[in-house]
């Protein structure tokens, strides 16, 4: 079968399932719904309960769900095609330590600034996020030319402590019931209540996807090790640049959105490598599409299993996540 | 043999002079540390607050708490300085274990705590009188609370109960991470007191996660946003507070202005100054009742 079709076969197939879970998921909650309600204009939006239970609260979740899947699951693939390492995640290189920083200190000092409707929370996690990844660069560039993949991990772990150990030092200045939203913060939550932070990480989230659209032959190139890439004309330099940036405002836009939800970035991408193979012109949207379908169920999961109480997605995702990727690690050859 | 019945004897020697259990031993403690900022006010409304020689971190009332040594608090409690103080009597949160383990080892009185109903405040109070002394000023205390709340039920007696979300807190300018009372526990009881009924009822636990589907699904008529002091949000912010509520128009408290914040320290501790608190929420809730 050639590219072209094993691609749209590939696209249809994920795709499908994508479209499912985005359909099927308003559809599903801890409480009961009139559909024709929903849907019934005569009434005032604001004086009708079921629309707003459905556009308010279920539609602009299930939305966030599926970007934040895609974007975690997609950052994954372009993160372990990077350092040419299956264990890496979205979270491996301090991005999402950064952001955690950036939510805690705003949890715990009040800050009530706000960008383009967002609120400080995701506005500073966002900050965080991009603060770590110009230390990480820099760090990475410091004594070589070009990127050191070694010296990326190495500094990307090592921030990653640093920025644990500052969430908990800035955890000391917390109350008792800031340190407890913290912690919830930490275990992920697409109740997004309204589609401003959607739109407002839309622009990144766009450029993040048209990178990976053209890493998609590069990284197949740098699977070889970056010196056969080269002899094959890839500018590595830059390919590693481009993976870096726009993998980590992936995880960046993503972790504001919904918290740095564990998991999705490591088990997606390995899963839809055993059913589709190697290629990262097919895994990458793939893996996108599968990411958004993984993280909506395991949300529809999180809202209805315990109604009316929520348990938060990221034990969800965790508690798929931790066998699969111990499956993972013992029957890698 | 001989040293067997030497090391018998000592055993015996040690179980006579042992006190028997049951605390009847316990005198009057005369050095207390607490570690629980609504323990710390009852101890000052018994009449011990002058046998209190230090606090937790987070203490701020009675305003005499603020002269003493801070110790640390739940998480991270300081025992050296704790020991260093010589306490008679130690105030600690029941989850506290290890605390209490190195506590009873160097042999000092632990008196555990937990955040409970509203009735387990008078509870509590008498149970601390015993302990520290002051048992007669105690119960004094506790009848005059349970009086108090007996008095706040009379005046919101027959009113209509609107159901109510009673939030302690979420993010700032955005309905998310957002807290409720939920069925069981002091603010459940207080606000149930004052005349509400919490639209979380059904969940039997003291905090929920209040969702946004749950929260335009129970349709609840009266929103308060209980905080500890009106720093929660700064007075030039309040308006914008208030407005992120407006998208949820289908949810009768938004609809009809009745989102409300109160801004109380009585509310939150459930300390002595829960007949107070209780009033202030009746106040927010049935308005006329008071004129």
Known sequence: MSLKARFAKTVVAFGAMAAAAIVLGPLVGPTTVDFRRVFDMSTPFADNPDAQIFFIARLPRTLAGATVGALFAAAGVVFQGLLRNPLATPFTLGVSTGAALGAVLAITFNWSIGIAGLSAVPVAAFAGSLMAVAIVYALAQARHRGLSTTVLLLAGVTMNAFFS??????????????TYRTLRWLMGDLDVSSYQPLLAALPTTVVALAAFAWLARPLNLLSLGPDSAESRGLDVTSAQRVAFFSASLATGA????GGPIGFVGIIVPHLV????????RIVLPASALFGAAFLV????????????????????TALIGGPFFLWLLISKR | MAAHLKALTALIAVLLVLPPEGGSYIQSAKRIISLVPAVTEMLYAIGAGDRVVAVSSYDQYPSQVKALPKVGALIDPNVERILSLKPDLVVIYGSQDD?????????????????AGLADVTTTIRALGERTGDAAQARTLAGEIEAGLRAVRTRVQGKPRPRTLLVFGRERLALRGLYASGGVG?????LEAAGGTNVFADVKLQAVQASTEQIIARRPEVILEVRATNSAFPSGDRDAELNVWKTLGSVPAVR?????????DRIVIPGPRVVAGTEALARTLHPDAFK
Do not use: K, W
């Not at chain 1, 150990?165 to 800031?178: I, P, R, T």
């Not at chain 1, 993503?254 to 959105?257: E, G, K, P």
């Not at chain 2, 009809?256 to 109380?264: E, K, L, S, T, Y």
């Open chain 1, 165 to 178: 150990a500052m969430v908990l030092f800035v955890q000391y200045f917390a109350s008792f019931a800031d």
């Open chain 1, 254 to 257: 993503a972790v504001s959105i």
């Open chain 1, 273 to 280: 490598r055993l059913l589709v193979g190697p290629d990262h």
């Open chain 1, 297 to 316: 169920a395991c949300d529809v999961v999180a809202r209805t299993i315990m109604a009316p109480v929520e348990l938060p997605v990221g034990i969800i």
């Open chain 2, 99 to 115: 605390l209490r383990t190195q506590l009873a080892r160097a042999g000092l009185g632990v008196f555990d705590y937990r955040h």
């Open chain 2, 186 to 190: 002091f603010l459940n009881d207080m």
């Open chain 2, 256 to 264: 009809n202005g009745r989102v409300q914040f109160v801004f109380d």
